[in-house]
C-alpha cells in the first residue's frame, strides 16, 4: 500500500497551449491546482508560428467546454461558431484570454529541463509512488529552479521537433550544412521576406501530407504572379488514387479541398511530381541543392527545399521516468492502436482518457498531440476529452474519468496545415491542424518541443 502524494501540491502542466490550457482549466474546476509552465513570452507561443494558417474547423470544435466556463466571468465574448480561426486568431481570441484567465497559475518563459520522483531515478523501485514529482526548470533568466507536483500532464506537443529530410528518418548527409536553403514549415507567402525567399524560383517541396498540399497550393498561386517560380514535389511514394486525400469523399471537407488544389497545381505545371524519391543526401550545387535518393537518382538543381515528413515527440527531459510507449508510434501503448495511422484518420480515432494514456509511472500522462507521438491523427476536441478524463481520475472521480463525454463530429481540427489566403467566413476554410501546420500540440514548455493543443 503506498501513501498517497499530497494533494497540496500544484499538479504541473507542460505547455500553454490549446490542451495544456484546457487541462489547467479542467483541473481548476475539479479543485485541483494547476500550474502551467510555458518556456514562450505567450498563451499558444507555437500557435502563433503559424498564425497565417486557417484551421479546418470552425470555432464551434475548437473551444473547450470547462474553458468556457472558465471565460464566461470575464467578459469573454465566444467567436462566431460557424467561422473558421486561423492560428492567430486562435491565439489571441481564445488561448490568451484564458490564460489571463487562469491568472498566476500560468507562468511564462519557464523550460521544463527534467522530470523525475523525488529522491528516486528510473531505477529505483523501493517507495517510488510515495514520492512526489520534482519537475527541474530554466527561466529566461537562466536560472535554475524545482519544482514539486503532485502529478504531470505533458502537453508540450510536437511542433519545435520536425521529422528530418532523410527517408531513414535521420538527418540526410548535407542536411544540416543546407540549413540555410531548408525550412521544416509552411511559408507565409504573405510576408514579403518569405515571398521574395520562393518566387521566381524552383523549391522542393518534401512531403505527402495536408502540410505538402499547403505548400503546393501556395507556391502554386505564387507561380500565378511571378514567373519562373516553380515547386517540385518529392514523394517517397508513387502517385496513386489516393495522393490527393480523399477529396470531395474526405470527411473533413476542407481537408479535401486542399488535396484537390494541390491536385489542380499539379495538373497546371505549377508543380510537377518525383516519385518513389527516398531522399538521403543533399549536395550543392553552386548556390542550389540537389537532393539525392537513396537509389542513387539526382534531382534537378532547386533553390529551396520545404521538409514537411511529419513531428516526433522529444521524450528528452522524461528520461527519469517509467513510460510505456509504443516502439513504433512513441506514443502509450494502450492509445497506440487507436491512432495508428496506417488504420486511423482523424475522424475514425476513437474518443479515449485516463486509461489510454496511462503508464507505469503513475500519475505522468502525455496528453494532446504529444499522447500520439509520431501519428498525424489528432483532434484538439480528443485532446479536450483527454484531459476532462485525467481531470476527474485525478480528482478521485474515477466514474466520470472512465465515461465518453465526447461525440465526435464529421470534422474536427486535424493533422496538417491548410491554405492561409482565405477569409475567415470562407465557404471552403482553407486547412488546419490539431493546432497548427501538420499537427502540433502547441506551447512550448519543454526544450525542443511544442505546447499542448
Not at 502509450?332 to 475514425?348: E, F, K, R
Not at 472512465?402 to 496545415?417: D, H, M, N, S, Y
Request: with cysteine; charged share 20%.
Amino acid at each position: 500500500m503506498t501513501a498517497p502524494v499530497s494533494t497540496e501540491l500544484p499538479v504541473v502542466v507542460i505547455g500553454a497551449g490549446p490542451v495544456g490550457l484546457a487541462a489547467a482549466a479542467h483541473l481548476a474546476g475539479r479543485g485541483l491546482r494547476p500550474l502551467v509552465l510555458e518556456a514562450g513570452p505567450s498563451a499558444g507561443t507555437a500557435v502563433r508560428d503559424w498564425a497565417h494558417v486557417r484551421l479546418f474547423s470552425p470555432w464551434s470544435e475548437v473551444i473547450d467546454p470547462a474553458a468556457e466556463k472558465l471565460l464566461a466571468p470575464t467578459g469573454w465574448v465566444r467567436p462566431d461558431g460557424a467561422a473558421y480561426p486561423t492560428g492567430g486568431d486562435w491565439a489571441e481570441r481564445y488561448l490568451q484570454p484564458l490564460a489571463d484567465a487562469l491568472g498566476d497559475r500560468v507562468r511564462y518563459g519557464v523550460t521544463v529541463t527534467g522530470v523525475a520522483r523525488a529522491g528516486r531515478d528510473r531505477i529505483v523501485d523501493s517507495g517510488r509512488e510515495d514520492q512526489p514529482f520534482t519537475v527541474h526548470v530554466t527561466t529566461a533568466g537562466g536560472h535554475e529552479e524545482l519544482i514539486t507536483a503532485r502529478a504531470v500532464l505533458d502537453a508540450s506537443g510536437t511542433w519545435s521537433t520536425p521529422g528530418p529530410l532523410g527517408a531513414d528518418g535521420l538527418p540526410a548527409l548535407g542536411e544540416r550544412a543546407a540549413a540555410d536553403h531548408v525550412s521544416y514549415r509552411v511559408p507565409d507567402l504573405d510576408d514579403p521576406a518569405v515571398r521574395a525567399r520562393y518566387a521566381g524560383r524552383r523549391t522542393a517541396v518534401v512531403g505527402s501530407g495536408a502540410s505538402a498540399f499547403t505548400a503546393l497550393a501556395g507556391l502554386a498561386g505564387l507561380a500565378e504572379q511571378e514567373d519562373g517560380t516553380h515547386a517540385v514535389w518529392v514523394l517517397r511514394r508513387g502517385l496513386g488514387a489516393n495522393t490527393f486525400g480523399g477529396g470531395e469523399a474526405d470527411q473533413l471537407p476542407a481537408r479535401g479541398a486542399l488535396g484537390l488544389r494541390a491536385k489542380a497545381a499539379v495538373e497546371a505545371g505549377h508543380a510537377s511530381a518525383v516519385t518513389g524519391f527516398r531522399t538521403a543526401a543533399v549536395e550543392r550545387d553552386g548556390d542550389r541543392l540537389v537532393l539525392v535518393a537513396e537509389d542513387g537518382r539526382r534531382s534537378a538543381p532547386v533553390d529551396e527545399v520545404i521538409v514537411l515528413t511529419g513531428f516526433r515527440p522529444d521524450l528528452s527531459f522524461l528520461s527519469e521516468v517509467r513510460l510505456g510507449l509504443d516502439e513504433r508510434l512513441q506514443a502509450p501503448t494502450a492509445l497506440a492502436p487507436l491512432i495508428d495511422p496506417n488504420v486511423h484518420s482523424c475522424g475514425t480515432v476513437y474518443p479515449h482518457g485516463v486509461a489510454e494514456l496511462s503508464h507505469p509511472e503513475r500519475d505522468i500522462h502525455l496528453v494532446g498531440m504529444k499522447s500520439y507521438g509520431r501519428a498525424p491523427t489528432f483532434l484538439a476536441m480528443t485532446g479536450y476529452e483527454q484531459v476532462r478524463s485525467v481531470a476527474a481520475a485525478l480528482a478521485g472521480d474515477h466514474d466520470a474519468a472512465g465515461r465518453v463525454e465526447l461525440t465526435l463530429p464529421e470534422t474536427g481540427v486535424c493533422g496538417g496545415a491548410g491554405l492561409f489566403d482565405e477569409p475567415a467566413d470562407a465557404e471552403e476554410p482553407g486547412g488546419g491542424c490539431c493546432g497548427g501546420p501538420a499537427t502540433l500540440d502547441i506551447g512550448t514548455a519543454a526544450p525542443g518541443s511544442s505546447g499542448g493543443c
